[in-house]
């Protein structure tokens, strides 16, 4: 697989998208894909869920609703930091996989017909990028022949 | 890949010095200032938990990865293993608190009236302790030993036999040390505030204990990278080691958590005194703990980039093994010491000739052989390791 990708690349061809069944090491740094940016959203939203949940219970155990529990002080650090931490990873749970949907235009009823059922089962696939079909087809296989490929088209 | 640490005159050179002047200053401090013989002991109890703690935490991050079989820590598996040889000069130095035994536990005074005491004596009295003492350090001198050796007969040797061994020892390791950690923790430091218990102590030292060992695994890494040893550790290594660093100081954390939170809701007067001496005296050290232990290490580590870099994760490691001597005196001098205790030069020339005395041990027993066990089956996979 990496061995095919790195030959067409290096033949000047365009790869669209490569699929395969499970992660392939060193396949991102050959196609030079850029590392993902959703962990820094992740934080992002973590940090506010953090503040909002904090903010949240010290504004209602003071101002809004004090509650004598235990004989505690209305605004005691130690209860709050459980229910903190939990809105903290919701948030950041919910905000990653929100932006990676969005980012990959994932919706609901969305409909797609793969290119070939195996696809989505067990194959390792590249898509190359074709100006003019006939040509690049006949360039691919050249270059190819040396690997083992199941089937170009 | 046959590389071998020479252990250099210099380094010999400098780490005697640094001990026979660590030993001198304490004992000038201890003559001309009079700092009680409480504060004395507390101190070398103190030291010798914390280097036990990288001893045995090494022991820990080499036994839970060989029972996983995991493969990307073969290339550095001979530095924990070098520090485990430390273990039996920590058993002589741990035999030395009998004679400062009743400076430090109250429990022994044998004309104590005390109620609570009294229930505990089939467990906290002086020959028991003693022969704990011995069961435990027999228990992890012979194990990891017998680890030790195994694996570095696969230097000569290719027989898997070995290797199988080593597994096998290591997951009794793993249950022998299970359980005798948190015992001797009972022992040593938690029977000092010796009407005080939490069931949680056992593991919160445990966690601290592999947080440290980690920390100065990831120093060794750096200083033999430094020396131009270990080429073929990549960043991929380092960040498997920032990761297990930020997950463990996370872990430690939640840990304090949970025992201060527990004691703090329930308020029973005998759980509470452990936090009230701590807090209300030694206020700056106790958040100065949480601080670096906590912070330190999760905004440090956070990013990728970070992880990667040796000399970023060696400065964060060094501070998070300050963070975790400031942890053990927490737990240990304001029990013993009281009112006298602080951080002076008394504790920083006793923690340095502990230190360099154990790095000694260390690089004594790493210049032994080579630093890679070449015949190790998994040898082939940490080279090619990914993270």
């Known amino acids: ?153 | 890949m046959d590389e071998q640490f020479d252990f250099k005159k210099k380094y010999r050179n400098i780490l005697i010095i640094l001990m026979t002047g660590g030993i001198l200053v304490s004992l000038a401090v201890i003559l001309i200032s009079k700092p009680g013989a409480s504060r004395i002991w507390a101190n070398v109890l103190l030291n010798n938990q914390y280097f036990i703690g990288l001893s045995l935490g090494a022991a820990f991050f080499l036994a839970v990865h060989r029972v996983a079989q995991s493969g990307w820590h073969t290339l550095l598996q001979r530095l924990p293993d070098a520090m485990t040889t430390f273990l039996p000069v920590a058993f002589i130095l741990m035999l030395l608190i009998y004679f400062g035994i009743h400076n430090l536990y109250s429990w022994t005074d044998k004309n104590l009236s005390d109620k609570v005491i009294e229930g505990k004596r089939a467990w906290l009295n002086i020959p028991f302790f003693f022969a704990r003492l011995v069961f435990y350090f027999a228990g992890w001198i012979a194990l990891t030993s017998m680890i030790r050796k195994n694996s570095n007969t696969l230097m000569t040797s290719s027989d898997l036999k070995y290797h199988n061994r080593k597994i096998l020892f290591s997951g009794l390791f793993l249950v022998f040390y299970g359980i005798t950690v948190s015992a001797s923790s009972w022992d040593w430091i938690m029977s000092l505030d010796a009407h005080w218990y939490s069931t949680l102590f056992g593991w919160y030292v445990l966690i601290g204990m592999f947080v440290t060992s980690l920390a100065f695994i990831t120093l060794l890494i750096w200083f033999l990278k430094r020396l131009g040893y270990l080429k073929y550790i990549r960043p991929d290594h380092i960040h498997d080691m920032a990761i297990l660093i930020f997950a463990f100081s996370i872990f430690w954390t939640y840990q304090w958590y949970a025992q201060y939170e527990l004691i703090w809701y329930g308020h029973l007067p005998e759980e509470t005194s452990y936090y009230i001496t701590r807090l209300h005296h030694f206020k700056i050290i106790f958040f100065i703990n949480l601080g670096i232990n906590f912070s330190v290490p999760f905004f440090g580590l956070i990013t990728i980039n970070s992880k990667r870099q040796i000399g970023w994760v060696a400065i964060i490691a060094a501070i998070v093994l300050m963070g975790h001597w400031i942890d053990y005196w927490l737990m240990i001098m304001p029990a013993t010491a009281g009112d006298k205790a602080g951080i002076g030069v008394l504790e920083v020339c006793m923690t340095l000739f502990y230190a360099s005395l154990f790095i000694f041990i260390v690089l004594r027993s790493l210049s032994t052989g080579p630093l890679v066990i070449k015949n190790d089956p998994y040898i082939e996979e940490s080279l090619n390791y990914e993270s």
Do not use: C
Request: hydrophobic share 50%.
């Open chain 1, 1 to 153: 697989m990496l061995q095919a990708v790195r030959k067409l690349l290096d033949n000047k061809e365009t790869i669209t998208d490569v699929l395969s069944p499970f992660p392939v090491h060193g396949l991102d740094e050959t196609l030079s894909i850029k590392r993902s940016r959703i962990p820094v959203g992740g934080f992002i939203f973590g940090a506010l869920g953090a503040i909002l949940a904090f903010g949240f219970q010290a504004w209602v155990f003071t101002v809004s609703y004090p509650l004598i529990i235990g004989g505690k002080p209305f605004f005691s650090i130690p209860t709050f930091i459980p229910i903190t931490f939990e809105v903290t990873v919701l948030f950041a749970g919910l905000s990653m996989v929100t932006a990676f949907l969005i980012r990959s235009r994932l919706k609901p009823d969305i409909s797609f017909k793969p290119l070939d059922e195996r696809i989505t089962d067990d194959r390792f696939v590249i898509l190359v990028d074709t100006a003019d079909k006939e040509l690049t087809l006949n360039r691919v296989k050249s270059l190819l022949s040396g690997i083992h490929t199941l089937e170009i088209r």
